[in-house]
């Protein structure tokens, strides 16, 4: 790993612990309905994603997922039609966005336990906004479980070992899933919230 890569790698232990609740608020309404507007035609594969998300649906917003190679992180076409979920990419939290996407897991799927690994996980804070859920999908984390309910956000410790289970015998599950570069405002957000949750 570099030497600029080793200093901006964010202490996600002590950040997040294994996965934190954020004090974040936006019009979920407006998120939702332009999901719904999301041709048909972009779902149906895993958008490059491989291995533990076989049984997942994406479609990319930013980037691409990195089986697809070294290719530039920077905004999709299908991100042009969505302007309320790209406006709350770049301006809820004060840093950068990386890959982006949402990610749709199926009715009695699953994501087995894994980490993410590599030196682009490692630097990059992992923040998952729920669109379409159930309380049978429940996100592993560490030893912990939680259901993580449409409207809120979340930061994820994905360097931790981690998975998900959807038992809905016909709902599939959807999260719009966003990596940041930590800066200093999205660390002090972190560090709050788990504070505030721990008293």
């Not at 049978?136 to 993580?148: G, K, L, V």
Request: net charge positive; hydrophobic share 40%; aromatic share 8%.
């Amino acid at each position: 790993m570099s030497q600029h890569l080793a200093e901006t790698k964010p202490d996600k232990r002590a950040l997040i612990g294994s996965c934190l609740q954020l004090p974040v608020r936006f019009d979920f309404a407006k998120l939702l309905s332009e999901f719904h507007t999301i041709e048909a035609a972009r779902w149906g594969t895993r958008g490059g994603r491989v291995g533990v998300h076989v049984q997942t649906e994406a479609v990319f917003l930013r980037g691409f997922a990195p089986a697809e190679g070294d290719l530039p992180i920077e905004d999709r076409e299908v991100l042009t039609s969505l302007p309320f979920t790209r406006a709350l990419i770049y301006e809820t939290f004060q840093a950068t966005p990386q890959r982006c996407l949402f990610a749709k897991l199926r009715a009695r799927g699953e994501i087995r336990p894994h980490i993410d690994q590599g030196a682009y996980f490692e630097r990059t804070i992992r923040i998952h906004f729920p669109v379409v859920t159930n309380p049978q999908a429940i996100m592993s984390a560490d030893t912990q479980s939680f259901h993580m309910q449409a409207g809120e956000a979340w930061a994820l410790n994905n360097s931790a070992v981690h998975g998900v289970v959807n038992a809905h015998p016909t709902q599939a599950r959807t999260h719009l899933i966003c990596d940041y570069l930590p800066t200093d405002p999205l660390r002090q957000l972190l560090r709050d919230a788990r504070h505030s949750q721990s008293t």
